[in-house]
């Protein structure tokens, strides 16, 4: 079955500094995966989405993401934190071939300080 | 620039009425979903709707029904609420497939006493 594991529940970064957001995964079959953001009192928005393509993926608002098959990791980065990236961030796997369900992580709330 | 809108945003209930969740999203998208979020649980997904006139079964769909009235609209159904789905309800949709949601409402908050 799959699985998604964020390694960390919360990252505390100062504002300018590089960001890494880390999650592991576990499936049987080839992996979709996905990072989405949600800021407070909102919905979930799509980051970005790694498919069988690109190991690296880029996203929007300066995040990208490598698919590291070798270590069953997908983490997230940012080379400078911005006080708009505070928020909780879900890595989420779809198990192509599989179930196909989707399987979301416990979050990891993002802190940025001045 | 609407996107998804949920309505209402914040619910108190009694345990044992029912309610009604209301969702709508205007990018003429195929796929619609209703998901619970709970602390320390990351969402789960309660039903989908891969299109118009369909619903299928999500992770925890005991206690709810759904019904896709037509391609906007996908509403969620408590019959007789309890406790245990005092929780932040997301609906979602998407174009790019039966299980990707791409795009969430703000949410409605509801407890359930």
């Known amino acids: 079955a799959q699985s998604v594991t964020q390694l960390d529940s919360h990252v505390s970064v100062s504002e300018g500094t590089p960001v890494l957001l880390r999650c592991n995964y576990s499936s049987s079959y080839s992996p979709s995966l996905f990072w989405y953001v949600q800021h407070p009192n909102k919905g979930l928005q799509l980051l970005l989405k790694?498919?069988?393509?690109?190991?690296l993926v880029k996203g929007i608002n300066g995040f990208e993401a490598e698919f590291k098959k070798s270590e069953t990791s997908f983490h997230l980065t940012k080379p400078s934190a911005h006080m708009s990236d505070a928020a909780e961030y879900f890595c989420v796997v779809i198990a192509q071939g599989g179930s196909e369900k989707l399987v979301f992580g416990k979050g990891t709330k993002l802190t940025v300080n001045p | 620039n609407a996107g998804v809108t949920q309505t209402p945003k914040f619910q108190v209930l009694k345990t044992g009425q029912s309610m009604t969740l209301q969702c709508a999203q205007d990018m003429n998208h195929n796929s619609m979903y209703w998901y619970r979020q709970d602390p320390g649980m990351g969402l789960r997904l309660i039903y989908y709707s891969a299109s118009e006139g369909t619903t299928d079964k999500g992770e925890v769909p005991n206690g709810y029904n759904v019904s896709r009235l037509n391609k906007r609209e996908f509403s969620l159904r408590l019959e007789s609420a309890a406790p245990s789905q005092t929780s932040v309800y997301f609906c979602?949709?998407?174009?790019?497939?039966?299980?990707?949601?791409?795009?969430f409402g703000d949410g409605t908050r509801l407890s359930i006493l």
């Open positions: 790694y498919t069988s393509a690109a190991t």
């Open positions: 979602a949709s998407s174009d790019q497939g039966a299980l990707m949601p791409q795009h």
